[in-house]
Structure formats: C-alpha cells, structure tokens
C-alpha cells in the first residue's frame, strides 16, 4: 500500500486532456515538492515535472503540474498515442524519513 | 552527457546475495546523491536508501536495514547496491538513479532485473 494516493487508471479520447491526482499528507506533500515521473512498461522512468509545477527539460507544455495543500495533480493536454504509460508522483516523507511514491496511474489513450 | 550505466541481469537463490553496479559519467560524481530503487512485476517503485558519493554515507528505509548495503567508488564513479538474504520477493527490476539538488531524479540507470528462484 502506497503512501501517496493515485487512481489506478485513467481514460481519454486523442486529443482530449486528463488529470491525475496525488493524495498524500502534511508530512510529504504538505511540505516538501512533488516530481512526476512517466515510466512506459519495459524502460526506467523518466522525469516530467520538478518543484510541484516546473516542466523538466525537453517536456512539452502539453504536461503541467499543480499542487494544493496535501494533494497534487498532473494535467496532461492535447493526449496522444504516445502518451500511453504508467504515471507516478514522488515526494520525500519528512515523518519515516523516506522518499515516497503514489502507485501509479496507467493511462490509456482511447 | 549524463549516463548512468548498471550492471546485468542475475539469477539468484534464496539466501543469496547480489551486488548491483551503477557507474556514471558526464558531471562530477560527487557532487549529486544517488538513489536506488526498485519495481517488482507489476507493482509500482520502492525507495531502497541513497548514498553521498562524496562521503559514503548511506542510509535506506528501516524495513530494509540490516539488509541493503550502499557503497561508492569515486575512483571509478561507480555505486553498488548489494542485497543479501535474498527472498522470491525481492524478484525486481533494480534502478539507480541521481538526485538533483534535494529535489527530483533527473537521470535514471536502465535498470538491472534480479530474479530470485530456487
């Protein structure tokens, strides 16, 4: 069981834009920054978004972040076929101490 | 250009151990932080500790202390996570990856599957 809340699954049509929310506590998310990490099944992950809402290099702005007290979101716009992967947040835990995970959001492109 | 490079696949029975490689190159090694992590079948990432390449000094998660050893050689920028008594659950894909500042993981290794079987 994760730490961090993340829906398993979320569904979009091409083209459309689709939301993924991350739901945590004031000892993670509440105080520390959020990352973003898009891993396609099979390859390492690989960074999306930094600092709750800053895109890492060479990200489109298709890809945006947000957070608000103990829960962040990543948006994600204009989907594509090749958008399909698993998605997961990350932040460090103050409390354990640890770095923590959301367990993942597959994302399907219809 | 920044490349973390790990070691290969192993197969291993339980009891065992295994030591994992992760070497880089392109920046200063000891200047970044470097974690591991792990991803069994099908489940998402675990945190398994972070070392100070500068340093030495490692620390991992408290359910995997006593278990997990992190160790760096700065004459060949290399890091190692070595595991020991081995379980069916420890079956994973193993990734080494750098720490930006204190903030995110910027640059990841390819990954190295460990399987435990007897």
């Known amino acids: 069981q994760s730490i961090l809340t993340q829906p398993p699954s979320v569904s979009a049509a091409p083209g459309q834009k689709v939301t993924i929310s991350c739901s945590g506590s004031?000892?993670?998310?509440?105080?520390?920054?959020v990352s973003w990490y898009q891993q396609v099944p099979g390859t390492a992950p690989k960074l999306l978004i930094y600092?709750?809402?800053q895109r890492f290099s060479g990200i489109p702005d298709r890809f945006s972040g947000s957070k608000s007290g103990t829960s962040a979101t990543l948006a994600i716009t204009g989907l594509q076929t090749g958008d399909e992967a698993d998605y997961y947040c990350?932040?460090?835990?103050?409390?354990?101490?640890?770095?923590?995970f959301g367990g993942g959001t597959k994302l399907t492109v219809l | 250009q920044v490349h973390l490079v790990q070691s290969g696949a192993e197969v291993k029975k339980p009891g065992a151990s295994v030591k994992i490689s992760c070497r880089a190159s392109?920046?200063?090694?000891?200047?970044?932080?470097m974690h591991w992590f792990r991803q069994a079948p099908g489940h998402g990432l675990e945190w398994m500790g972070m070392?100070?390449?500068?340093?030495?000094?490692?620390t991992s998660p408290q359910k995997l202390q006593g278990r997990v050893t992190l160790t760096g050689d700065t004459s060949t920028t290399t890091v190692y996570m070595e595991l020991s008594s081995l379980r069916s659950d420890d079956t994973a894909v193993y990734y080494c990856?750098?720490?930006?500042?204190?903030?995110?993981?910027?640059?990841w290794g390819q990954g190295a599957l460990v399987t435990v079987s007897s």
């Open positions: 990856a750098r720490k930006f500042s204190t903030r995110y993981f910027d640059y």
């Open positions: 392109g920046y200063t090694f000891t200047n970044y932080y």
């Open positions: 070392i100070n390449p500068s340093s030495g000094r490692a």
């Open positions: 004031s000892s993670n998310i509440g105080s520390n920054y």
């Open positions: 600092d709750d809402d």
């Open positions: 990350e932040t460090w835990d103050t409390s354990l101490p640890s770095e923590v």
